[in-house]
């Protein structure tokens, strides 16, 4: 949907009436991802245009729990449960494509009432950083490519999680790296998820077949970081939509089953000159830039801070192991799949770096953001990077945090990430992974009970 980028709020309107739309979600991202928001009916919204919620949506975990008395929250919250005005963004309005009755969708950006931004919410902290580059005279350009897994419905969250029965009428049993026909065991869903994408304007470019059993992964044509942010939101929930009427689940969580590899969110990644177009990482003879090893070294100091946004959740380190098809640490290397920054073969022109550590349960606004964070402290500090990787990355150290708690404290001892991303946003987001991480801690997994019931 390239051609709505100028898109007006009188636009919208014409859309809507040419669409004979009725109804409209309104639909804001938190922190975790999660889609909230209200359901209006045409002329509510048209006649209002703004909406109001409270703030607090936007600082909850994702389980619904608010973070209250954390000192952090309460700090940015405060005690009177305010509300945020909510203004639709005109360039995102799309049609619902399984509703039955013509309904639309549309992201709102949050506003406080004095009409800044509110600053802690997703979409404005990635044009925070955005912003950043653009008073350089940079754009960032991103394409993000999105590992998920198809499973078999499953109702029970004590059973363990199995591949859906295909056309066959078999699940698989073995992986099947890039097999065309395993992809085509699935056809009927993924016919239909490309029906809704090109409604939507999505524009996916490849599906392929991962390692994985019924792991499979779409890759996005490259664009602005906050029309890819938009298209991975609304693709993620279109996926989860359509394989639910296919009688099966679609996961983006980063570790679903014990014996596969986990779901990634690789995020290519480079800088253009906003007055001639031209891709900064290269220089006027082809070679590589100052600019981009300074990238580079920026990712490789500040990834292991940003990682509480890259691996949200506690179950996002169990993909973080060695020989996991997964990255351990912040090496380099030139079409290196095996270290968590690769450099893809490629001409001048499209010269880019490949973050590889990002879980595809990352908040694509927020792992957009601080990946760019990451490589602007690197142009701005002019850090230098170390030697690039040429064997295997898996056989060096473990350079990232190994769980949510220790990458907790690794953000919030990363200053120059709060300047870059906001204090207010650092706050709220710790105190909402905290929380988070409380929770779980109060669950006794399967594990503990088989191998300490008896044995301790």
Known sequence: MS???????????????????????????????????????????????AMRLPEAVLGVTVTGESPEGHAGYDNVFGFTDRDMVLIPDPTTVRL???????????????????????????RNVLRRVTGLYKEMGLAPIVAPELEFYLLARNVDPNQPLVPPVGRSGRSETSRQLYSIDAVNEFDPLFEEIYDYCDLMGLELDTLIHEFGAGQMEINFLHDDPMILADKVFFFKRTLREAALRHNMYATFMAKPMTNEPGSAMHIHQSLVDMKTGQNIFSNEDGNESPLFLNYIAGLQKYLPAAMALLAPYVNSYRRIVRHGAAPINIEWGYDNRTVGIRVPISGPEARRVEN????????????????????????????????????????????????????LRMLEGAKPLHEVLGKNFIDVYVAVKETEHDEFMRVISPWEREHLLMHV
């Not at 007006?8 to 909230?36: Q, S, Y």
């Not at 550590?357 to 490589?375: E, H, I, K, S």
């Not at 690197?378 to 030697?387: A, D, N, Q, R, T």
């Open 3 to 49: 051609e709505r980028n100028a898109y007006t709020h009188t636009d919208m309107e014409r859309w809507l009436t040419e669409n004979h739309v009725t109804e409209i979600e309104c639909l804001v991202p938190d922190l975790t991802g999660v889609a909230r928001g209200k359901i209006l009916p045409r002329e509510k919204f048209s006649a209002e245009r």
């Open 356 to 407: 590889r550590v990002v879980g595809a349960d990352a908040n694509p606004y927020l792992a957009m953001a601080v990946t760019l964070a990451c490589g602007y402290l690197g142009i701005v500090e002019k850090l230098k990077p170390s030697e690039p990787t040429t064997g295997s990355a898996y056989d060096a150290n473990y350079q990232l945090p190994r769980g949510l708690s220790e990458a």
């Open 96 to 122: 619902v494509p399984w509703a039955v009755d013509p309904t639309a969708q549309v992201i709102m950006d949050c506003f406080f009432h004095d009409g800044t931004a509110v600053d802690f919410a997703p």
